[in-house]
């Protein structure tokens, strides 16, 4: 998915969760308007799209694997 189809998928959410090594950013769309930027920082990989694996729950999208995030999200 390319920079500009992220941006998209990401207006259409309320909140993400970007693992990226150890560390999960978590962005709360409804409370902090993040820039253009920082969704770039935490969507995209060094290839410029959409980094993998990324999944969208209703209004939550998770990008990157963080085992703690997903029993948190899923259960």
């Known amino acids: 998915m390319s920079a500009r189809d992220a941006l998209a998928l990401a207006a259409e959410v309320n909140?993400?969760?970007a693992a990226?090594?150890?560390?999960?950013?978590?962005?709360?769309?409804?409370?902090?308007?993040?820039?253009?930027?920082?969704?770039k920082?935490?969507?995209?990989?060094p290839s410029g799209n959409l980094r993998a694996p990324a999944l969208r729950k209703?209004?939550?999208?998770i990008v990157?694997?963080?085992?703690?995030t997903y029993r948190k999200l899923f259960g």
């Open 58 to 61: 209703g209004k939550t999208l």
């Open 64 to 68: 990157g694997f963080d085992e703690a």
């Open 15 to 17: 909140e993400i969760y």
């Open 20 to 39: 990226k090594g150890t560390k999960v950013v978590h962005i709360d769309l409804k409370k902090d308007k993040a820039d253009e930027a920082t969704l």
């Open 41 to 45: 920082s935490v969507l995209l990989g």
